[in-house]
């Protein structure tokens, strides 16, 4: 159903039309309404009902106008009629934030005016990747899903398989990451770098790449001229290609292989890596150093830059972001401000991992559990970059 495909605000009244005269009956993915929930507490309930039905299922279409025949099929295009359409969809809006649990991503409204001067409303409910999502307005406590038939009331069976699915998907983002990081580790490189020298591994993955119904991601806003994956610590000209895995980025070296790369996966995970933190200089007691300072500043503007890249490709959140330093035994911190007290003590530093529930999340707030660990690898309380506010100083 090329409908489905589309951008709501593309979507026009001939499109709409194509569903009267093609009979389309209400399906999965698509419902009509003739009229707009009304605003007692009854109505309020069954339009959240109708949301969550599709947002713990695979998404779809409500259209509101629309009557229904005897057959679920669209009866014709009658519209609404007196309506201010941005007013009512900001109620809607309203109603969804303040009456489910836990909070979904706001559904696409947009209104189609018609010939006749009334007006559609075409709402776009996204599938989520934290579902269930349950209807608590007035203190009711309820999981919907939806089937061909429409919605129905999810059983205790299916409201623990719901979030045992969401257990599952973190589980595989977790071995994902220690997958790509032993890759990494033995050398194996889209770039050619050098598995002997140390390194920092960032991993940015949606919830929804861990899940196995995850769909690929559009890539192709990646092309050279709109959408630039840069490598963390990347500067200067950057070289691209596509690859088995996805889209691949790196900035070029004259003096051997690169430094790091970024490789946004099919899936909208994001890999990139660097080696620029750590320097040949030793100190007096031959021990490599490493510039924690410099760790943090590149992983932090590297999370801001690549959460719009995958804002831009149509993923949502919630994702895990993830640092690893690997090839670190022995080395000590140096970084001006500070010398560590101790090197660190073992080859790898998985530093845990932490959920983002926005794009807009502060980065460097958001980071500082991962980067209080680090500091802490080199025998520090936590990092230094942070005041008693946790307010980032640098």
Same mark, same amino acid.
């Given at each position: 159903m090329k409908l489905l495909a589309k951008a709501v605000t593309e979507i026009s009244e001939a499109d709409l039309e194509e569903l009267v005269t093609g009979e389309v009956v209400e399906h999965l993915q698509l419902e009509y309404k003739r009229e707009l929930p009304r605003r007692d507490q009854r109505a309020k309930r069954e339009f959240l009902y109708d949301v969550t039905s599709?947002?713990?299922? &695979?998404?779809?279409? &409500? !259209?509101?106008?629309?009557?229904?025949?005897?057959?679920?099929?669209?009866?014709?295009?009658?519209?609404?009629?007196? !309506?201010?359409?941005?007013?009512? !969809?900001?109620?809607l809006e309203q109603m969804l934030l303040s009456g489910v649990q836990p909070r979904l991503r706001l559904p696409e409204f947009a209104p189609v005016v018609l010939g006749n001067g009334r007006v559609l409303i075409v709402v776009r409910v996204r599938q989520s990747w934290t579902p269930p999502h349950m209807v608590t307005l007035d203190d009711v406590q309820r999981f919907y899903a939806r089937r061909t038939t429409g919605r129905y009331l999810l059983d205790v069976s299916e409201i623990r398989a719901a979030f045992l699915g969401a257990d599952r998907a973190t589980e595989r983002i977790r071995d994902w990451r220690l997958q790509r990081l032993a890759a990494i580790d033995?050398?194996?490189?889209?770039?050619?770098?050098?598995?002997?020298?140390?390194?920092v591994v960032l991993h940015l993955v949606p919830l929804s790449a861990g899940r196995i119904e995850g769909a690929a991601v559009d890539l192709s806003v990646l092309d050279p001229g709109r959408v630039l994956l840069r490598p963390m610590a990347g500067g200067g000209s950057l070289d691209w290609r596509r690859n088995f895995d996805g889209f691949l980025c790196w900035s070029p070296s004259s003096s051997g292989p690169p430094p790091g790369y970024s490789l946004m996966f099919r899936s909208g995970a994001i890999e990139t890596t660097s080696s620029r933190s750590f320097s040949s200089e030793r100190r007096a007691s031959d021990h490599p150093i490493i510039r924690m300072k410099i760790v943090e500043r590149e992983v932090m503007i590297s999370v801001s830059e690549l959460m719009k890249v995958q804002e831009i490709v149509g993923l949502e959140p919630p994702l895990f972001v993830m640092v690893s330093l690997l090839r670190v035994f022995g080395h000590w911190e140096r970084s001006g401000l500070s010398d560590g007290g101790a090197p660190i003590d073992r080859n790898e530093l998985l530093l845990p991992e932490l959920r983002f529930e926005s794009f807009d999340a502060d980065s460097a707030r958001s980071l500082r559990p991962a980067f209080d660990v680090m500091w802490q690898a080199v025998g520090l309380t936590g990092s230094p970059s942070f005041d008693e506010s946790g307010t980032y100083r640098g």
């Open positions: 599709f947002a713990n299922a &695979i998404g779809g279409l &409500i !259209i509101y106008g629309v009557p229904e025949n005897d057959r679920a099929a669209p009866a014709m295009l009658a519209g609404l009629e007196g !309506i201010n359409p941005e007013a009512e !969809i900001s109620r033995a050398g194996v490189s889209p770039v050619g770098t050098s598995a002997d020298v140390p390194k």
